[in-house]
């Protein structure tokens, strides 16, 4: 962090369905606020994971939260290079594959796993200071307090084209693996994907990276946390 980058308190909430720019827009804000980045749904994933590893049903509730309150989950904050282990195994890789995205939704729906991480989350947060995290409750549940919350959407067409080029995969089956995620995770009966009633929505469908960063640093300004 350089001696003239703000060190104060700053928290900032980026919420939104997958492929909207959710991540890239906020490993690049932290960059530019001198600050740590969290990725909850890297830690949902990893989760998901051991859960796969362990061979329980994805259905029964109590096994699947036995997992994640087992498992040693370890996720790095740096903007520029994080890393994510579970029980010692790096799964940075794994849990971007489609065993993982196919399964998820489905393991961050119970209820024990989402107080879990959502605890260990806050504690992150509280212990980081200047932080930008980004996931699908952050601003509504995780984070009710930041200093600002941004709700980042875009076009189907856009999302759908933004990942298959991300994993190199068809376009037709990402949009429709998309809109299931997007179902599954916007009905969930704890803590739903959904916009936190005083989150700035940000269309991205035809902005760039750097004019999104751009557009919050200076809303972060306007609050004099930036």
């Not at 994933?45 to 096994?63: F, K, N, Q």
């Not at 875009?154 to 037709?172: K, L, M, P, Y």
């Amino acid at each position: 962090m350089g001696q003239n980058e703000p060190t104060g308190r700053c928290v900032v909430a980026v919420d939104g369905p997958s492929g909207s720019g959710k991540s890239t827009v906020s490993r690049r804000l932290a960059v530019r606020l001198g600050a740590r980045y969290l990725d909850t749904g890297a830690m949902y994933r990893a989760v998901t994971w051991a859960v796969l590893r362990s061979g329980v049903d994805l259905t029964d509730a109590e096994s699947v939260a036995k997992v994640a309150g087992d498992v040693d989950l370890r996720i790095g904050t740096d903007p520029e290079g994080y890393g994510v282990t579970a029980d010692g195994v790096d799964v940075a890789k794994e849990i971007r594959g489609p065993e993982v995205t196919g399964a998820v939704s489905a393991v961050s729906a119970v209820a024990a796993v989402r107080e879990l991480l959502v605890a260990r989350q806050r504690q992150m947060i509280a212990n980081a200071g200047r932080i930008v995290v980004e996931g699908r409750d952050i601003g509504s549940v995780v984070a009710p307090d930041a200093d600002l919350k941004v709700y980042l959407t875009a076009s189907e067409a856009a999302r759908a084209q933004r990942r298959s080029a991300e994993d190199a995969s068809d376009v037709t089956s990402t949009a429709a693996d998309l809109a299931r995620r997007d179902k599954l995770d916007s009905t969930r009966k704890v803590n739903p994907l959904q916009q936190a009633t005083d989150a700035v929505v940000l269309d991205t469908t035809e902005l760039g990276i750097d004019e999104v960063v751009a557009q919050l640093r200076e809303l972060l300004t306007e609050r004099g946390v930036a």
